[in-house]
């Protein structure tokens, strides 16, 4: 099993990054699929979530009209477009993997997580 995230970097606040999860070695497309993040000092959070079919999502208050959750089952990939970065949104970024929508909100009930990839929002 692997879950590789990419697209991280260095961003001035209001820019845009799009962050990739690429995976393989499970079946894809039946497991719901999140984005967390940890920032140095806190718990690991969770950003948003999508369903196995992609029909439905979630987003957390704080990045709600600036991040969305996308998913192409055929790719095996889940995306994070994050628009209007605030300073706040410095983190590393992990998606992981979840069979069941109600375990979402906990992290010690996923079954795989990637390493991560570093998203830092500064002038």
């Known amino acids: 099993v692997q879950l590789v995230e990419s697209g991280g970097g260095l961003v001035q606040p209001g820019g845009s990054l799009r962050l990739s999860c690429a995976t393989s070695?499970?079946?894809?497309?039946?497991?719901?699929i999140t984005w967390f993040r940890q920032a140095p000092g806190k718990e690991r959070e969770l950003v948003a979530a999508?369903?196995?079919?992609?029909?439905?999502?979630r987003h957390v208050d704080s990045v709600k009209g600036r991040f969305t959750i996308s998913r192409d089952n055929a790719k095996k990939t889940v995306y994070l477009q994050m628009n209007s970065l605030k300073p706040e949104d410095t983190a590393v970024y992990y998606c992981?993997?979840?069979?069941?929508?109600?375990?979402?909100?906990?992290?010690?009930?996923?079954?795989?997580w990637g390493l991560g990839t570093q998203v830092t929002v500064s002038s």
């Open positions: 992981g993997v979840v069979r069941r929508w109600s375990d979402i909100p906990i992290p010690k009930n996923y079954d795989y």
């Open positions: 070695g499970f079946s894809f497309s039946t497991y719901h």
């Open positions: 999508i369903g196995n079919l992609g029909i439905s999502t």
